[in-house]
Antibody, heavy 120, light 106 residues
């Protein structure tokens, strides 16, 4: 059974940092692109970043470029999102998701999400 | 950036009725459009990809159509578990989501 479990969310002050983790199981992690998507409270979905199987390609939405870094450790079946320079508008539930093979962008499995709150 | 505009924002229907949701792209996305369902407190679930292909395990009452800039998600006969928020997403030029359509019980 495919499972994605996010962790690392919490309350952080503006300008602070957090590192989100996503533990994957039930599939060959190293064979898939992976993606982070966020959802502000009561709002819609926003694609944040994705990473190729070998980490050779990474893409970010403009609003987080230069502040967030996506990475992965295929030996540990884990995906990460390092978030620096956090702003109030980064407050959201952050989901990790698996991309469909051969169709980067279609997200067929999602974690339950981890809440990040940026507030003083 | 490709903007996806979904309509209506809210659709009020009764169980058994047909639901028709629209997604319009600001420029052509060819057939690179997907639909997701999200229930309160849950992660989204992939329903349709490449405009008209049902994802694994998705009931046949869900169907997608369209290409270019205009797309439709149809639920042929609403079941109680279908009342949720639906999002479209494109992957033709980067990756963006629409703002969502809520299907609520009338």
């Amino acid at each position: 059974e495919v499972q994605l479990v996010e962790s690392g969310g919490g309350l952080v002050q503006p300008g602070g940092s957090l590192r989100l983790s996503c533990a994957a199981s039930g599939f060959t992690f190293s064979s898939y692109w992976m993606t982070w998507v966020r959802q502000a409270p009561g709002k819609g979905l926003e694609w944040v970043a994705n990473i190729k199987q070998d980490a050779g390609e990474k893409y970010y939405v403009d609003s987080v470029k230069g502040r967030f870094t996506i990475s992965r450790d295929n030996a540990k079946n884990s995906l990460y999102l390092q978030m620096d320079g956090l702003r109030a508008e980064d407050t959201a539930v952050y989901y990790c998701a698996r991309d469909v093979v051969g169709a980067t962008g279609w997200l067929d499995y999602w974690g339950q999400g981890t809440l990040v709150t940026v507030s003083s | 950036e490709i903007v996806l505009t979904q309509s209506p924002a809210t659709l009020s229907l009764s169980p058994g009725e047909r639901a028709t949701l629209s997604c319009r792209a600001s420029q052509s996305v060819r057939s690179y459009l997907a639909w997701y369902q999200q229930k309160p407190g849950q992660a989204p679930r992939l329903l349709i990809y490449d405009a008209s292909n049902r994802a694994t395990g998705i009931p046949a009452r869900f169907s997608g159509s369209g290409s270019g800039t205009d797309f439709t998600l149809t639920i042929s006969s609403l079941e109680s578990e279908d009342f949720a928020v639906y999002y479209c997403q494109q992957r033709d030029n980067w990756w963006t989501f629409g703002q969502g359509t809520k299907v609520e019980i009338k």
